[in-house]
């Protein structure tokens, strides 16, 4: 774990302009930068980066957050590899557990290993016609090779012998280049192949998928799993299509290196593939998250038809509402490769384009995969039985509705009855909205404008009379969690980006990351300061009436010598003498 302590401070430290401007050209405009959205596909600015708040916010698709999120999003890293950029950009050291570091340090010379090895390969290509020839005759240029890395592994045993000082560093068999056999003889993993580097999303070389140049058995061949390679989480040339995919919004998912090679080659570029397995949680999660639309693109034959359902059934898994996932299977006998190079690219895009969406998909394979057919009442039982478990699997609510309503309207039942029957539960509600959430943000409420003022300048959070903020409101549990984390020493001031990234993964993050947007870049403090008093003051006199209005119910059946004694006191309070100071406390 980092130290929450250390994160703050790096936020403190950085400018989240000069982290965007890595990756976006920003436009001064007014107070604020713009620029085109990187995260949706755009004409007109709507995506905005606050200096002062330490924010981003686009108006289009609602992605924001602080520069910590905002690499997390651009780069689809991981919160410690975003942490871990950051830091390094401003020369500190990030702290971190024993074992984190231990594993790190372990997996640092591998990547460096497979560095070394990329570039032999790559040196190799350059100076074998046989490879050169392969690769031309795959319509393939020098500069698409370039883009990925490609190289080529010589023919022979012990080649990497010249790359490497100790061909016997036991570091070479734990990356996966070099083989042991049973009689302790080491020869390369990799021989007469075309090489397909596989980098991770900070561009080093974690693996390499190795297909042969004419008939052979495997065609291709993959890096095992390693210390620093786990094919179930990677997928190919990611960081290559991570420009386009952001850009279309969409994301097309192949089997082969060649196909995410050769479709990058006809200018089809936001390609991806599974490494050498079927698509995994890992990889839908990844891919939900880098677009809106995903479409998994298979070969028309068995082992495609098992992917694309595979597929299917994982991605029921972890779907969101505001997300499409479809199948495309290819017909006749042509891969996505071959395909574009005797069509071109417009021809398919129309055809990635006419891709089955995932109910329709679950719906047909179902009934013709499980002999399920709805024309007769066994088979319409048999429909409902099969579907249970992958409807219990659904995460998405509203998809969930809808494709029960399917299975009903074809088993000729009622939606409630095949939910009954599928032992369907609700879906948990703390997935998507807190369960101490009772109700929405009401921006009338007291609470709502204390947070509005609190989130400019999150020390006065320590100055509310918490006992009469409601915390059944969720704008009065964050005004709550703001002062527990003032009292406790752990939040720094800065902008509503460090407060964002403080409350990242809590059920205040949509709360915050709603009203920062919104917030003043030149806050007039005084009338601020006015407006949070007045509010405090609203606070006091609402809980003042409240209590009069108790104590006089309780009066009909009699009150206590103190009781009367506080009812007159909160009267006069309320409706003082005349001349008299209105008193404004209780």
């Known amino acids: ?63 924001h957050g602080s520069a910590i999120g905002f690499l997390m999003q651009h780069a689809g890293i991981g919160f410690v590899e975003a942490v871990e950029d950051l830091a390094g950009s401003v020369g500190l050291q990030v702290p971190h557990e024993e074992r984190n570091r231990a594993e790190r340090a372990k997996k640092a010379p591998l990547t460096e290993l497979m560095a070394r090895a990329m570039r032999f390969y790559r040196e190799q290509l350059k100076v074998s016609p046989t490879a050169i020839d392969y690769l031309k005759g795959r319509g393939l240029t020098g500069e698409i090779a370039a883009k990925f890395g490609l190289g080529y592994a010589p023919d022979g045993w012990q080649n990497l012998d010249r790359v490497f000082d100790d061909y016997n560093e036991p570091a070479l068999v734990e990356c996966g280049l070099i083989i042991v056999n049973e009689q302790g003889r080491r020869y390369d993993r990799f021989r007469d192949r075309i090489m397909f580097p596989i980098l991770d999303q900070r561009g080093n070389v974690i693996g390499f998928g190795g297909r042969v140049l004419g008939q052979g058995e495997p065609k291709y061949l993959n890096s095992p799993e390693t210390p620093i390679f786990e094919k179930g989480r990677e997928l190919y040339g990611l960081p290559q299509a991570r420009k386009a995919i952001h850009e279309q919004d969409t994301v097309l998912v192949v089997e082969g290196y060649m196909d995410v090679v050769g479709l990058a080659q006809a200018g089809v570029e936001n390609v991806v593939a599974t490494l050498g397995t079927a698509a995994t949680g890992a990889n839908v999660q990844k891919l939900i998250k880098t677009a809106s639309r995903v479409v998994f693109c298979f070969d028309r034959d068995s082992a495609g038809d098992r992917a694309a359902w595979k597929a299917m059934d994982v991605a029921l898994e972890f779907v969101t509402d505001n997300k499409a996932v479809e199948i495309l299977q290819m017909e006749g006998n042509q891969d996505p490769d071959e395909y574009v190079r005797e069509h071109g ?40 039985h099969e579907a249970k478990p992958y409807l219990q699997k659904v995460s998405a609510p509203a998809l969930r509705v809808q ?184």
């Not at 920003?26 to 620029?35: D, I």
């Not at 959205?37 to 609602?62: A, L």
């Not at 990635?352 to 319409?380: C, H, I, W, Y």
């Not at 009338?527 to 003042?544: S, T, V, W, Y």
Request: hydrophobic share 40%; charged share 25%; aromatic share 6%.
């Open 403 to 586: 494709l029960t309503k399917d299975i009903a309207r074809l088993a000729q039942m009622t939606q409630a009855e095949v939910e009954a029957i599928c032992e369907l539960k609700p879906l948990a509600r703390s997935r998507y909205a807190p369960a101490s959430m009772k109700h929405r943000p009401v921006p009338s409420s007291i609470e709502y404008k204390l947070l509005e003022v609190v989130l400019h300048k999150p020390t006065w959070a320590a100055s509310l009379p918490l006992e009469l903020v409601d915390t059944e409101r969720p704008e009065g549990a964050l005004l709550h969690a703001i002062a527990d984390a003032i009292d406790h020493g752990e939040l720094p001031a800065g902008g509503v980006g460090l407060l964002l990234e403080f409350f990242r993964g809590s059920i205040h993050e949509p709360l915050i990351a709603a009203l920062a947007p919104s917030m003043s870049d030149d806050a007039d403090w005084a009338a601020m300061e006015a407006l949070f008093n007045d509010a405090i003051a609203h606070l006091r006199h609402g809980a003042r009436d409240a209590e009069i209005k108790a104590l006089t119910e309780r009066a009909r059946q009699g009150l206590s010598a103190e009781e009367k004694r506080r009812l007159t006191e909160l009267l006069a309070k309320k409706h003082p003498p005349p001349g008299s100071t209105k008193a404004s406390g209780l």
């Open 345 to 384: 690219k417009e021809a398919f895009v129309r055809y990635m384009n006419s891709a089955t969406r995932l109910s329709e998909f679950f719906v047909r394979e179902l009934m013709r995969q499980k002999d399920a057919n709805p024309n007769t009442p066994e088979g319409r039982a048999r429909l409902v």
């Open 1 to 63: 774990m980092i130290p929450e302590s250390f994160v703050q401070e790096l936020l403190a430290r950085v400018d989240i302009v000069d982290v965007v401007e890595r990756y976006v050209p920003l436009r001064k405009a007014g107070a604020n930068y713009s620029a085109c959205c990187p995260f949706h596909s755009e004409k007109t600015p709507s995506f905005t980066v606050s200096q002062s708040k330490q924010f981003y916010h686009c108006f289009g698709c609602g992605a």
